[in-house]
């Protein structure tokens, strides 16, 4: 990922910041990025409904699930619980949780869809003067965090029969969504430097987003071990 660079000084004006070329440069780069996060959740929700039949098909093979496995709501405190962020987790993913299911799978991909939803509606609602030139650089890269979310979406849908949590997926899959999660903070980071004062509402809305990636993160991270306690053999 191409690193952003930063600079001091946010708040001086940019002399070509009412040259009308440069301001349509600028509409047409947010209407590219309008596009390519509705052609991402478009993906997104195929590949969520390619999960789920891959996840049918991991049911059927199981004989003898654990008893833990046999309640949809306490499976998923049980996931959560794995997690920082255990309240975010349970309400991030129990919404989305229909028809109800009890499989670690499920709730990792659906906590990583939650995660992604919430990324695409983070919007540029700082309106101080001082902090524009950042929050242009901040589309960016929330551009950018989703697209690796995205791109771990989509990389979980296999085919029946194909490994879905092999070693190398999960590295792959923990890198990107900690790529996703950096260039949140690097955001955050270039937001402070400007001293602005109407950040409070955008930092709420990031740190939703945060917890949930943290949560998913987490699931990631303890997917074999719950896998076992729940019974199940590892998709």
């Known amino acids: 990922m191409e690193s952003v660079n930063f600079i001091k000084g946010y708040g001086k004006v940019n002399p070509t910041e009412d040259n009308p070329i440069s301001s349509r440069n600028r509409r047409r780069r947010r209407r590219i990025i309008a596009i390519s996060l509705a052609v991402f959740l478009t993906l997104i929700i195929a590949s969520l409904a390619a999960a789920l039949i891959h996840e049918s098909a991991t049911d059927s093979d199981e004989s003898e699930p654990s008893e833990l496995a046999s309640n949809s709501a306490d499976s998923l405190k049980t996931v959560c619980a794995v997690t920082r962020y255990t309240d975010s987790c349970f309400s ?15 709730f990792f991909n659906l906590s990583l869809h939650a995660s992604l939803l919430e990324v695409s509606s983070v919007k540029n609602i700082v309106t101080d003067p001082k902090a524009e030139p950042a929050m242009k650089d901040c589309a960016e890269l929330f551009d950018d965090a989703a697209s690796q979310l995205g791109r771990s979406a989509e990389f979980i849908c296999v085919g029946r029969g194909e490994k879905v949590f092999t070693e190398t997926k999960i590295s792959d899959l923990q890198t990107w969504i900690s790529a996703a999660m950096t260039d949140q903070e690097t955001c955050l980071d270039a937001l402070a430097e400007t001293g602005s004062t ?3 509402d955008f930092k709420a809305k990031v740190q939703k987003s945060q917890e949930y990636m943290s949560n998913t993160l987490a699931i990631l991270n303890n997917i074999q071990s719950l896998f076992e306690k729940f019974g199940l053999t590892l998709p």
């Open 198 to 200: 109407a950040l409070g």
């Open 92 to 106: 991030s993913i129990s919404p989305l949780n229909t028809p109800p299911s009890n499989n670690p799978f499920r």
